[in-house]
């Protein structure tokens, strides 16, 4: 397809699978072996995180039996909890656009997805309880370590919370729709702070004064690094545009 040049800089960004931006138009989207690496990686680290979590609760759980409790040590564990718990739950939510689910098992979809947020309830819940629950703490205590505990369960609840999940079926569907009005081709362009991805470098919503540079690359690649799921409106409607011309040629050959 072919487009004007931008004056931004371009940096592409590269695929492990040299055939990743070639035409399969039909076929499932799959990640590539990379993805799949990477997404092993984050969530090992994941739960390795979500376990220091669960084991600092449990250690403030014997840490409340003391006569007198010490506050200082109850902060300190829930802000610990709270800080791997946040960084388990940052890194599954990645791997999962690294290597989605597929929304034919709607049960794995959801707990795939929502794990971070599983797993943050089990963690802070029964924390918040017994800190409300314990005869030890005085009702000034329990204001401080209630409410530090409530933001926590709310914080890490809602870093693992994914409000808009990926799915095999959707990489598939925005892979496809790509291909089809580019050629074939499985590219797209981006910026930093932008919301959607683009078939033209030249497009004028990324070519304003504030954009200094512009990713390449595939659809997941768009997805993965910046979360972007829709298509740019003016790029398509242009795409169609020389698809409609392309065809009136041929027919008038």
């Not at 940052?90 to 709607?106: F, G, T």
């Not at 009005?181 to 919503?205: A, I, P, R």
């Not at 298509?231 to 795409?239: E, I, P, S, T």
Request: charge should be positive; include cysteine.
């Amino acid at each position: 397809m072919e487009s004007g040049k931008s004056s931004k800089k371009i940096t592409k960004i590269a695929d492990d699978n040299a055939s990743a931006e070639t035409s399969n138009t039909g076929a499932a989207w799959t990640p590539t072996a990379e993805s799949k690496s990477k997404a092993t990686t984050f969530r090992i680290i994941a739960v390795v995180g979500w376990l220091v979590a669960i084991g600092c609760q449990v250690f403030a759980y014997f840490k409340l039996q003391e006569v007198p409790v010490n506050m200082y040590w109850m902060i300190g564990l829930i802000v610990v909890a709270l800080i791997f718990a946040v960084i388990g739950n940052i890194l599954w939510k990645k791997s999962n656009r690294l290597d989605p689910a597929s929304e034919k098992n709607k049960f794995k979809f959801f707990v795939q997805n929502q794990l971070g947020m599983i797993i943050s309830v089990l963690a802070f819940l029964p924390m918040v309880i017994l800190i409300f629950t314990n005869k030890n703490l005085s009702g000034k205590q329990k204001g401080i370590l209630g409410t530090i505990a409530v933001a926590a369960l709310a914080a890490a609840g809602l870093t693992g919370t994914e409000f808009n999940p990926a799915s095999v079926e959707q990489y598939t569907e925005q892979t496809q729709q790509v291909e089809l009005l580019n050629d074939g081709v499985n590219s797209v362009y981006w910026t930093g702070s932008g919301k959607s991805y683009h078939l033209y470098q030249d497009c004028s919503y990324i070519n304003g004064k504030r954009t200094n540079e512009i990713f390449q690359g595939t659809v997941a690649k768009a997805r993965e690094l910046k979360k972007i799921t829709d298509l740019c409106d003016r790029c398509q409607g242009k795409a169609k545009k020389a698809k409609a011309l392309d065809v009136s040629s041929e027919l008038t050959e």
